[in-house]
Structure formats: structure tokens, C-alpha cells
Nanobody, 125 residues
Framework: VQLQASGGGSVQDGDSLRVSCAPSGSTIDTYVMGWFRRAPGKGREFVATISATGNVKYYSDSAKDRFIIMRDNAKNMVHLQMNSLKPEDSAVYYC???????????????????WGQGTLVTVSS
């Protein structure tokens, strides 16, 4: 599965932005999908994850109440709607896929088999 992340850009503090993930070579309806991010000088950080059916979602404390992860299996897309963005949200955002059948898909990025190339989000104060 090849994942392509898109939708990043430069916004102002408090703005909203939606980043999307489109796979190629396979459908994603059997994968848990996650969003992670890496800020300059920092390690990879979990942001949100959504189950294969879309009915279970988990968020990091920093994303909870501001970000929404959603998926459209019919269109083979995953999105991360980011609201009330803050400068500390600035990072490269990556989508990742974890086979749902593994039963081990968690917030741990090492559980995710496939990764996109990332899309840069910059939030200015």
C-alpha cells in the first residue's frame, strides 16, 4: 500500500486545515489508519487513529477536542480535520496504515506497516 498525504500548508493561529491521505495499490478498508506528526527537532508523535470501520477513534491529548479523524472507505480516503490550530501544531503530518487483522494497532508508530511521505503544516502566531 502506498500512501499519499496532502493538504498541508501555512495558516494562522486559530485557523482550520484538513489533511488527507489517499492510498494507491490497495484499498484501506481492512486497515486501521493513523495520523502522526514530527515537529522540527522532535520525535514522531501520535495524533489520531481510526478503526477499519470508522467507529472507533483515539486522539492524543493535544488533538482531542480540536482534531477529527474520519475515513470514507467508499472513496478510499482518510482525513484529519484540524481546528483551532496552534503554532505548536506545526509539523510534518504522516498518515500510516496498520493491518486490522493484526490486532496490535495502537498508538505506537512501530505497529504501522505503511507510511505516506508526509505533508507540512505550519501555523504562525
Amino acid at each position: 500500500v502506498q500512501l499519499q498525504a496532502s493538504g498541508g500548508g501555512s495558516v494562522q493561529d486559530g485557523d482550520s486545515l484538513r489533511v488527507s491521505c489517499a492510498p494507491s495499490g490497495s484499498t484501506i478498508d481492512t486497515y486501521v489508519m493513523g495520523w502522526f506528526r514530527r515537529a522540527p527537532g522532535k520525535g514522531r508523535e501520535f495524533v489520531a487513529t481510526i478503526s477499519a470501520t470508522g467507529n472507533v477513534k483515539y486522539y492524543s491529548d493535544s488533538a482531542k477536542d480540536r482534531f477529527i479523524i474520519m475515513r470514507d472507505n467508499a472513496k478510499n480516503m482518510v482525513h484529519l480535520q484540524m481546528n483551532s490550530l496552534k503554532p505548536e501544531d506545526s509539523a510534518v503530518y504522516y498518515c500510516a496504515a496498520c493491518p486490522s487483522s493484526s490486532g496490535t494497532c495502537t498508538r505506537d508508530p512501530q505497529r504501522y506497516t505503511y507510511w505516506g511521505q508526509g505533508t507540512l503544516v505550519t501555523v504562525s502566531s
